[in-house]
T-cell receptor, first 108, second 113 residues
């Protein structure tokens, strides 16, 4: 069973808008990693945030981590149609479990 | 190799057949993970190795599933007497020392007919 939860399950936005996805977890973590998966393709690593970090940036991606609330968020700014994919958080702690994912659709 | 390599990419098995799925991790990576991903779902953890030691196999769904990594490098996931519910993509990942990024292979798509 998965120990992570993500919301929303699905998100549909217009190109140029920002997209925010959230991941919550139950146990203590070493780090939390975000991945993208295009339909039928492999998992692409996006960003890793360690338990002692609060925020990280990579290009149009911004990840935050709130260990007191046991939650993380992924923000994609100025979205593009090519960002259409499923996004998963990987909770790297006592276990190594994924959240159920958010299916993002960016409409041109 | 440059990344995690899995073979075969696709496998069709008749119900009751045994299958073996191979994972070549990134050279030098000590941690290796196996996941099962059903269509439209997130990856589900199966098992975890640190070098040759299988430290966690809590996700293996039944005793028909067996994984090994005898020399701390290549790993094999074996499924005995396959059932239709075993149909899924099996993903392998590896990471280096100290809880670093996990890199995933392209997966093996298993279809049991």
């Amino acid at each position: 069973s998965q120990q992570g939860e993500e919301d929303p399950q699905a998100l549909s936005i217009q190109e140029g808008e920002n997209a925010t996805m959230n991941c919550s977890y139950k146990t203590s973590i070493n780090n939390l990693q975000w991945y993208r998966q295009n339909s039928g393709r492999g998992l692409v690593h996006l960003i890793l945030i360690r338990s002692n970090e609060r925020e990280k940036h990579s290009g149009r991606l911004r990840v935050t981590l709130d260990t007191s609330k046991k939650s993380s968020s992924l923000l994609i700014t100025a979205s593009r149609a090519a960002d259409t994919a499923s996004y998963f958080c990987l909770i790297y702690g006592q276990n190594f479990v994924f959240g159920p994912g958010t299916r993002l659709s960016v409409l041109p | 190799g440059a990344g995690v390599s899995q073979s075969p990419r696709y496998k069709v098995a008749k119900r009751g057949q045994d299958v073996a799925l191979r994972c070549d991790p990134i050279s030098g990576h000590v941690s290796l993970f196996w996941y099962q991903q059903a269509l439209g779902q997130g990856p589900e953890f199966l098992t975890y190795f640190q070098n040759e030691a299988q430290l966690d196999k809590s996700g293996l769904p039944s005793d028909r599933f067996f994984a090994e990594r005898p020399e701390g490098s290549v790993s094999t996931l074996k499924i005995q007497r396959t059932q239709q519910e075993d149909s899924a993509v099996y993903l392998c990942a590896s990471s280096g020392q100290g809880a670093t990024e996990a890199f995933f292979g392209q997966g093996t798509r298993l279809t049991v007919v």
